[in-house]
């Protein structure tokens, strides 16, 4: 999806980027520029670490902060708060497989996408992923109007995401104008959803 969607002077917004995979993978890519949403403080350290290593510090902006569909100051409740772990989540322990017991949890921001790109400074996504491990409808609701201008998103659809929230999912970047391409749903692990602009 990067190979064949990114272009030369575009940027990439990656939510949910743990230590960096996409945003480092994107980076190698002339004059793209990336930002990176991590709201994980041991993850976040790990991107930066991962970004200085590999000289990318010019084509990547990290922000410690989570998205969803309201800007506020809530938290990140974490089932393991360590470097490059996954399945936790914010406002609430709960994540697309249900409740869980938080062993930790870290005081955040959570951002609304449509405020995000309206800060002093900020850059408007041509590409988005979202990978939160449950928190995909709230930010797709914050970001109704960043979406309209998008030209691709791809989507982690898992667990209640699939069996509940597909069709508002679905139909949400559809008003934004964009189109499943169903060719990617057996891609890789199978749990992500490629929508792009038609």
């Known amino acids: 999806w990067i190979s064949r969607s990114l272009k030369p002077g575009q940027v990439f917004l990656d939510i949910g980027a743990n230590i960096g995979v996409f945003s480092l993978?994107?980076?190698?890519?002339?004059?793209?520029?990336?930002?990176?949403l991590e709201p994980s403080s041991e993850s976040f350290a790990t991107l930066n670490a991962n970004i200085r290593l590999n000289g990318l510090e010019k084509k990547i902006d990290t922000y410690c902060m989570g998205a969803s569909n309201k800007t506020k100051l809530t938290k990140l409740f974490m089932k393991d708060s360590s470097s490059g772990s996954s399945h936790n989540s914010v406002e609430k322990p709960e994540n697309q497989f249900g409740s869980y017991k938080a062993k930790d949890q870290q005081a955040i921001i959570a951002i609304k996408l449509d405020d995000l790109v309206g800060l002093e400074g900020s850059l408007k996504p041509d590409h988005i992923?979202?990978?939160?491990?449950?928190?995909?409808?709230?930010?797709?609701?914050?970001?109704?109007?960043?979406?309209?201008?998008?030209?691709?998103?791809?989507?982690?659809i898992e667990g209640?995401?699939?069996?509940?929230?597909?069709?508002?999912?679905?139909?949400?970047?559809?008003?934004?104008?964009?189109?499943?391409?169903?060719?990617?749903?057996?891609?890789?692990?199978?749990?992500?959803?490629?929508?792009?602009?038609?």
């Open 25 to 36: 993978y994107a980076a190698l890519y002339k004059d793209i520029k990336v930002v990176a």
């Open 129 to 156: 992923k979202i990978d939160v491990d449950g928190n995909e409808p709230e930010i797709i609701q914050g970001g109704k109007e960043v979406l309209k201008n998008t030209q691709s998103v791809l989507i982690e």
């Open 160 to 198: 209640k995401n699939l069996s509940n929230n597909f069709e508002m999912i679905n139909s949400s970047l559809k008003e934004a104008g964009l189109k499943e391409d169903e060719t990617w749903r057996n891609k890789g692990s199978g749990r992500n959803r490629l929508f792009v602009r038609s």
